[in-house]
C-alpha cells in the first residue's frame, strides 16, 4: 500500500501560479516505480483528469483546459511529482489530488493509490 501526500495548495488571486507536490509517507516507497497523475474534484462535480506522467518522466499528458497552463513533473532526487500552476483561474478551484498507477491514463481507474488531497482556492 502506497500513501501519497499532496502538499502546495492554497488560496490565490486569479492570474497567480501555485506549485503541488505529491509524495510517499514512507521512505521504502518510490514514486518511480508508478505511472503518475493528478485530478481535480470541484464541489458538486465529478473528480476529472488533470494531469499524467510516465515513470520515466518521457511522455506526459494534459486535459485540454490546462494545456499551456500546467505542467507535470517528477522530482527524481525528491521522489515527488509536482504540477506547476500558471495563469491561475477562477475555474481552477477545486481539491487537487494525487495518484499512482499502472498504466497512464486520463482515467481514475487506472490508478491504484491516492493522496488525501490538497485545496486550491483561486480567487477572482
Known amino acids: 500500500q502506497v500513501q501519497l501526500v499532496e502538499s502546495g495548495g492554497g488560496l490565490v488571486q486569479a492570474g497567480g501560479s501555485l506549485r503541488l507536490s505529491c509524495a510517499t509517507s514512507?521512505?521504502?516507497?518510490?514514486?518511480?516505480?508508478?505511472?503518475m497523475g493528478w485530478f481535480r474534484q470541484a464541489p458538486g462535480k465529478e473528480r476529472e483528469f488533470v494531469a499524467t506522467i510516465t515513470r520515466s518522466g518521457g511522455i506526459t499528458d494534459y486535459a485540454d483546459s490546462v494545456k499551456g497552463r500546467f505542467t507535470i513533473s517528477r522530482g527524481f532526487a525528491e521522489n515527488t511529482v509536482n504540477l506547476q500552476m500558471n495563469s491561475l483561474k477562477p475555474e481552477d478551484t477545486a481539491v487537487y489530488y494525487c495518484?499512482?498507477?499502472?498504466?497512464?491514463?486520463?482515467?481514475?481507474?487506472?490508478?491504484?493509490?491516492w493522496g488525501q488531497g490538497t485545496q486550491v482556492t483561486v480567487s477572482s
Open positions: 495518484a499512482a498507477g499502472g498504466s497512464i491514463s486520463q482515467v481514475s481507474w487506472a490508478y491504484h493509490y
Open positions: 514512507t521512505r521504502a516507497d518510490t514514486l518511480n516505480t508508478y505511472n
